[in-house]
């Protein structure tokens, strides 16, 4: 089924998202191991079995018994700075991380949540093996917000400061192999109310405007993985579908369109668990959980959260992303999809310096951190994990003082790359790419028209294009071909 022919209105298409956002602090949330993530060698490996427990309504969840009658066995990577015996559920956690609490507040206020005067400590039976102790510890932050999008309010359900799961690393024959240097970073854990009424470009759109919202505090990892999207969907006549581990927010969209389609196509749909896929198609993982899987943690006692704390972080609160995606479209005359990519980018701040300080047309310098730098890595492959801040800020200085022109910049690029500790101006110098004088750009024209009279304008305009490329503005070849008499 196409998805023009898809009435998602006529659907009653139903949605809930659920938004994991890894918070950037220096120690794990119940632990003082490391949340670099950036060892790859383990010290240890440790094996366990899990099994389901009734919970304090008495009751065993059904997705923990699902996961029990699997019969898998785990096996843990132990790294030296990134994981203890808290992570192995061999020491009683530590004190909740203070610095990921603030974080995690911030986010709720800047989400307009209402915050509980304490902080209770929660455990969700999660018995897949992502965590060794057969539970998540999670504790609810903010209640009761909102953020606006596009015009509509969206119901904010709850803000949640959560540990998050180790990382899986392979599965055969039964055996599962996790890694534990990412069990214990602290995110955050974002629920919105049920949205009704929208498509599946609304969804995306959504999470895309609570993940900025996020990024707005300046303290949450970045990269793939460091954020995970999770998204229930059900028709008319339906039942509840959860889609887990969306990583890639681009997909969003189109993994809704592919379940509304799979649940059309079904005589009934069981309420169930599935694993999103690469492709945008899913695969079942495990029956839904249900409310019998949450118990208090009896470790840690409650976190109070007094009003001048909460006064405190109010009045930091940094500029919520949504308002500044709006100054940079009216201020900077960024285009909508532009001003989201270079949000996106994790070249942001430094884009932001350049275009405060310097007279940098702003489009120029955000095409070059989001579709320039890609396209050279991917097509060309050029390294650009070499080009440092002082590379970025002399060549748009350069620019900026009218000594290189736009079309200049890739060339100038690449060169860095490989000669890393050669200056901006040496490059320019070595490849000849200082501005060409308009006097000298109307003679290669004359020049070349003269030697090829019965070339059309296109050709010469190629010819010229080859050899004055990267000193000159492409409009300006382009006025001085036109002026030639034919």
């Known amino acids: 089924m196409k998805e023009e022919k898809i009435n998602y209105k006529k659907l009653k298409l139903k949605c809930g998202l659920e938004i994991h956002q890894q918070l950037d602090t220096k120690n794990k949330l119940f632990c003082h191991c490391s949340t670099g993530m950036q060892e790859r060698e383990p010290i240890k490996i440790v094996t366990r079995k899990q099994h389901p427990v009734a919970s304090e309504l008495g009751k065993v969840d059904t997705a923990a018994q699902y996961e029990y009658f699997r019969n898998r066995t785990f ?106 240097n990412r069990l214990g970073v602290p995110l955050v854990e974002i629920g919105t109310g049920l949205l009704e009424g929208f498509n599946p470009e609304d969804i995306q759109e959504i999470a895309y405007t609570i993940g900025m919202i996020c990024r707005s505090t300046g303290k949450v990892k970045h990269g793939i993985g460091t954020i995970r999207q999770d998204v229930n969907v059900s028709i008319k006549n339906g039942r509840r579908v959860e889609i887990k581990g969306v990583q890639e927010l681009g997909l969003l969209s189109k993994i809704v369109e592919l379940e509304v389609q799979r649940q059309l196509e079904l005589p009934r749909v069981e309420e169930e668990t599935r694993t999103a896929l690469e492709d945008g198609t899913t695969k079942f993982m495990r029956p839904l959980p249900g409310a019998e899987r949450m118990y208090p943690e009896t470790d840690i006692v409650p976190v109070p959260v007094s009003k001048e704390l909460i006064k405190e972080i109010e009045d930091k609160l940094p500029e919520p992303w949504t308002k500044k995606l709006g100054r940079f479209k009216s201020k900077l005359k960024l285009s909508d999809q532009l001003a989201k990519e ?28 989001t579709a320039l730098l890609k396209d050279l890595k991917k097509r060309e492959k050029v390294e650009i994990e070499k080009l440092n801040e002082k590379h970025f800020v002399d060549l748009f200085e350069q620019l900026a003082k009218g000594k290189i022109v736009k079309e200049a910049i890739p060339e100038i690029l690449k060169h860095l790359a490989k000669k890393s500790e050669l ?64």
């Open 75 to 180: 096996l843990y990577q132990v790294f030296k700075n990134e994981s203890c015996l808290v992570e192995l559920d061999e020491e009683p956690p530590h004190p909740l991380n203070q610095e990921a609490l603030r974080i995690a507040l911030e986010v709720a206020l800047l989400l307009n949540c209402e915050i509980p005067n304490e902080i209770q400590i929660m455990r969700k039976t999660v018995i897949d093996g992502s965590n060794t102790g057969g539970f998540q510890r999670t504790a609810i932050v903010g209640l009761n917000g909102f953020v606006k999008c596009n015009g509509k309010k969206i119901e904010i359900t709850h803000v949640a400061l959560e540990e998050d799961a180790a990382a899986i690393v392979k599965e055969e024959n039964g055996n599962v192999t996790y890694r534990l």
């Open 342 to 369: 270079i949000l996106r980018s994790e070249y942001l701040e430094l884009f932001e310096r350049i275009v405060e300080n310097r007279k940098v047309n702003a489009s120029v310098a955000a095409n070059t951190f």
């Open 423 to 486: 200056p901006v101006t040496e490059v320019i110098k070595d490849l000849n790419l200082s501005v060409m004088k308009k006097s000298e750009l109307v003679k290669i024209v004359r020049k070349v028209a003269k030697e090829n009279p019965e070339m059309t304008r296109d050709k010469i305009l190629g010819i010229v294009m080859s050899n004055v490329r990267g000193r000159i503005e492409a409009e300006e070849v382009m006025k001085a071909v036109r002026k030639i008499k034919k």
